[in-house]
């Protein structure tokens, strides 16, 4: 039982801000948000992760909406590079076994 | 520093044989976690390290097994290959457990014959 869902695939042009939408409507109080990617041919590399504020680094902007029930991922100027699949993903850090779901396939074309 | 290192990188066995898999975490990170990867399943869990103590394990056979040494460098072992086990296998380490923010190696690409 999938606890996110996040759509199969999206484009984005290069240089436009990319804004991966994930919904986890069954999130609990203690859940974290967490994001990776992964690159063909490449283990998972961590993003970004929130528990209800949104969230800034080098890398992305993460956005948690106020009930928590969903979030986005916006990278603000998608290079070639950021084509991937991006894995959105709940943890409540009691541990590191993380649950992957199908991912979002995002295409940054020229 | 040196990212997380895994070997072989690649390998070919023949059904009925066993592998072993190496992982070397990021220097000073003490947690130790294996994934394995397929098209058609996806990433799942395998197990997972700290101290030296299994402290979660996914849902898979008895046939996959792991350990954790004192250096925090880990093995994983798959006894008695079958077809379905040809996948990619990864390594994850973190500081602490529980951490949540995972560094992963490339992985192990393992094909079963």
């Known amino acids: 039982d999938a606890k996110t869902t996040q759509p199969t695939s999206m484009d984005c042009a290069e240089g436009r801000a990319a804004n991966l939408p994930c919904n986890h409507s069954?999130?609990?109080?203690?859940?974290?948000v967490y994001w990776y990617r992964q690159i063909h041919s490449q283990g998972p590399q961590y993003i970004i992760h929130?528990?209800?504020n949104n969230e800034t680094n080098e890398m992305a902007s993460l956005i948690i909406t106020e009930d928590r029930k969903s979030s986005t991922l916006i990278l603000p100027h998608a290079t070639l590079r950021d084509t991937a699949v991006y894995y959105c993903?709940?943890?409540?850090?009691?541990?590191?076994?993380?649950?992957f779901g199908g991912g979002t396939r995002l295409m940054v074309k020229p | 520093k040196a990212g997380v290192t895994q070997t072989p990188r690649y390998l070919i066995k023949t059904r009925g044989q066993q592998v072993t898999l190496s992982c070397s975490p990021i220097?000073?990170?003490?947690?130790v976690s294996w994934y394995q990867q397929t098209p058609g399943q996806g990433l799942q869990f395998l197990f997972e390290?700290?101290?030296?103590?299994q402290r979660n394990k996914g849902n898979f056979p008895g046939r996959f097994s792991g350990r954790q040494f004192s250096n925090s460098r880990s093995e994983m072992n798959v006894s008695t290959l079958e077809l379905g086990d040809s996948a990619l296998y990864l390594c994850?380490?973190?500081?602490?457990w529980g951490a949540g923010e995972l560094f992963f190696g490339e992985g192990s690409r393992l094909t079963v014959l």
């Open positions: 069954t999130i609990s109080g203690n859940e974290y």
């Open positions: 929130g528990l209800k």
């Open positions: 390290y700290f101290s030296e103590t």
């Open positions: 993903m709940l943890n409540n850090n009691a541990g590191n076994m993380l649950t």
């Open positions: 220097s000073g990170h003490r947690s």
């Open positions: 994850a380490s973190s500081l602490a």
